[in-house]
């Protein structure tokens, strides 16, 4: 039996994290794959979605030249084959950073098949089997199939499946309005699909600033997008070449849907079937692994990362999550927590949609008194220029300037809020970053206009900043 310090099981973004951590460390590392390493982001998640995203993007703006005094000479048309191809290609190029040869020459040993656990301490791998003082669980989740009267009966696409396609279908049904479904709908629609976007909740996106949502549902009904907000489907069927829903809105109305394809983004599942968890004696839920606040199982040789831990189902937690459980697993002495307060988010739906920290909501129950600055994109001459004047930023403070939150909806925001992020973690106040020099004409303006009304508004509320200010001037 071959033995480790750490085996990784699961080489999707947790695992190879986990996997390289441990090697950091100096462990001896396996890391154990059932499928493909690179995992979900690589192979069918943000790899993928995004660089149809980005084609979308493209083919959108092509319809706007107008918007900049351009003209056209010919129609942008769909090419299936090309545009499925790069995507292959962008795929490839990713999957070229953990292939099997690349990680072993980092130390790492890989091994392929379906792991099962045979006690606290060793697995088994076919017909061999490997022991280790420490295990990282890290096999991710899959799309959860709700369970709707009839949907079993109906070929449906998820994101697992969606690239498998060599076309695009004409119209298309998505059955959930979380982050996937908000993704996928303004892509397909600016790609000449007609979409229809069906969510049981009241509004799209939970999780999000509920009035930056709002100008993101009015964005989408703008594409020519049907959002059906407040509506739970009851049954699915196929009638002839359509898929049918049928289902009722909160008051009791029923709604009939009809498309020519279902794609499914209603929520994930974790990954733990065959891995003989009872055998180790690790404790699962429905939702996933039983981890406490280090990321221990209940057996204290087991760790866990990712999806199959949450309570955040991204890559960039399962990251953080993985190196922590490393640091947990292989030094007792130096436990550390992840802190999520510091998670953060983005969801690209049409313009991205980023949340750090609390919502407008949440600060005023837990502090009381709070600051909340709406800085629009149309205030900043880069949106001007570029034509892309939709968009708003909110920032959330406390009395004294402390942010406690932030949503930005609109271009760039993906890389806008992590200034706001960087400064929250440092612990200033947002009128402190007045004081720093930002580059013009650029979409941090979006930034600099609201640290300087923070900064207004501490002069509101402080005599001896007012003071300091007649004295010594603004910063």
């Given amino acids: 039996m071959e033995k480790f310090d750490v085996i990784v099981i699961g080489g999707g973004a947790g695992g190879l994290a986990a996997a390289r951590a441990a090697k950091r460390f100096g462990c001896r590392v396996a890391l154990v794959e059932k499928n493909q390493l690179g995992g979900e982001c690589t192979w069918t998640g943000c790899v993928p979605t995004k660089s149809l995203m980005r084609i979308a993007q493209v083919a959108h703006e092509a319809k706007e030249f107008s918007c900049y005094g351009l003209r056209a000479q010919q129609r942008i048309t769909w090419d299936a084959s090309g545009v499925f191809n790069h995507i292959k290609q962008v795929i490839q190029k990713?999957?070229?950073?953990?292939?099997?040869?690349?990680?072993?020459?980092?130390?790492?040993e890989v091994f392929f098949g379906s792991p099962r656990f045979i006690d606290r301490s060793s697995i088994a791998l076919g017909h061999s089997a490997l022991s280790a003082k420490r295990f990282i669980l890290a096999t991710g989740s899959r799309p959860a199939i709700p369970p709707i009267r009839g949907i079993d009966e109906v070929p449906y696409l998820t994101n697992r499946t969606f690239f498998e396609q060599d076309t695009l279908p004409?119209?298309?049904?998505?059955?959930?309005?979380?982050?996937?479904?908000?993704?996928?709908?303004?892509?397909?629609?600016?790609?000449?699909v007609k979409v229809t976007l069906v969510e049981a909740n009241q509004r799209l996106l939970n999780n999000d600033d509920p009035e930056l949502v709002g100008l993101l549902t009015e964005r989408f009904t703008s594409l020519g997008i049907a959002v059906h907000a407040g509506l739970k489907i009851s049954q699915v069927a196929q009638n002839g070449e359509q898929v049918v829903l049928t289902g009722a809105t909160a008051t009791g109305e029923s709604r009939t849907l009809t498309a020519d394809k279902l794609l499914i983004a209603a929520g994930r599942k974790p990954n733990l079937e065959g891995l003989g968890l009872e055998a180790a004696g690790v404790k699962t839920t429905p939702t996933g692994?039983?981890?406490?606040?280090?990321?221990?199982?209940?057996?204290d040789t087991i760790y866990a990362c990712g999806d199959i831990v949450g309570p955040y189902l991204y890559s960039h937690v399962a990251w953080r999550q993985a190196e922590v459980a490393v640091r947990n697993a292989t030094h007792s002495w130096w436990r550390t927590k992840v802190n999520y307060d510091?998670?953060?988010?983005?969801t690209f739906a049409d313009e991205e949609l980023v949340r750090v920290?609390?919502?407008?909501?949440?600060?005023?129950?837990?502090?009381?008194k709070i600051e909340v600055i709406r800085i629009p994109y149309s205030s900043i001459d880069r949106g001007r220029m570029d034509c892309a004047t939709y968009g708003l930023g909110k920032f959330i403070t406390?009395?004294?300037?402390?942010?406690?939150?932030?949503?930005?909806?609109?271009?760039?925001a993906g890389e806008l809020i992590h200034e706001i992020q960087m400064a929250r973690v440092a612990g200033l106040k947002l009128y402190e970053l007045a004081r720093v020099m930002h580059a013009y004409p650029a979409y941090n303006d979006l930034l600099?206009?609201?640290?300087?009304?923070?900064?207004?508004?501490?002069?509101?509320?402080?005599?001896?900043?007012?003071?300091?200010?007649?004295?010594?001037?603004s910063f």
């Fill in 357 to 368: 920290g609390m919502l407008e909501d949440e600060a005023r129950k837990k502090y009381g």
């Fill in 170 to 192: 004409s119209s298309v049904i998505i059955l959930g309005g979380g982050p996937i479904g908000c993704e996928f709908a303004p892509m397909l629609s600016k790609l000449g």
């Fill in 342 to 346: 510091d998670v953060l988010w983005i």
């Fill in 398 to 412: 406390k009395r004294d300037g402390t942010i406690v939150g932030a949503s930005i909806i609109g271009p760039r």
């Fill in 94 to 108: 990713t999957a070229q950073t953990h292939t099997p040869e690349a990680l072993r020459a980092e130390g790492i």
């Fill in 289 to 299: 692994v039983v981890a406490d606040k280090y990321l221990c199982t209940s057996v």
């Fill in 448 to 473: 600099l206009k609201a640290a300087r009304e923070a900064y207004r508004l501490r002069l509101e509320q402080s005599s001896w900043a007012r003071w300091r200010h007649r004295w010594f001037g």
